[in-house]
């Protein structure tokens, strides 16, 4: 979620670890900036911090010239790639949050076996008479642990080439 900006306003001029931050506001990432202008160049400098632990995940710097004409254009020029830079679908939080799940999978020991099972089973030997099987381990190893996410993304895998694979007779096998 996204921090009204009226809320940082009682940090403005000091220097706050973004720890605080996180345990003040709740919030996760903090995206810093700062502007800087002479005569008609201008530079934006922007930078995404982790405040859950103060790790510097992002930084970029940005250089335009500027008018009265352009200066709306420009910002939303950069705007746009802040955000699709660190918020789009493969930026750098969801990079960050993946990841941070890969290094804690699971604490449910079953959980974490039943993915390595799938995982073999898409190295090994993708045939139709393990599929079920390995469906089964994935099935259980979410309802071990419904917050492991790489159990989630093994199991979509199973469910998609399905079809394709016609390892179903009817629509209603998709469904468990």
Do not use: C, M
């Amino acid at each position: 979620f996204v921090i009204a900006r009226n809320s940082t306003f009682r940090y403005k001029g000091q220097a706050v670890d973004v720890r605080q931050l996180n345990k003040e506001l709740g919030a996760r990432y903090v995206l810093e900036g700062s502007v800087q202008r002479a005569g008609d160049a201008l530079r934006v400098t922007a930078q995404l911090l982790d405040a859950k632990d103060g790790t510097h995940l992002w930084a970029e710097t940005y250089d335009r010239e500027l008018s009265a004409s352009s200066i709306f254009a420009v910002q939303d020029e950069i705007t746009e790639q802040v955000v699709g830079t660190i918020a789009s679908r493969y930026g750098v939080i969801s990079r960050s949050r993946f990841a941070e799940i890969k290094e804690k999978p699971t604490d449910h020991l079953d959980a974490h076996e039943a993915v390595l099972r799938a995982d073999a089973y898409y190295r090994d030997n993708f045939i139709a008479t393990e599929h079920a099987k390995v469906r089964d381990y994935l099935e259980r190893a979410v309802k071990s642990d419904p917050s492991y996410a790489e159990a989630w993304a093994n199991l979509s895998f199973i469910y998609l080439p399905i079809r394709s694979a016609q390892l179903v007779t009817g629509p209603d096998t998709l469904v468990s």
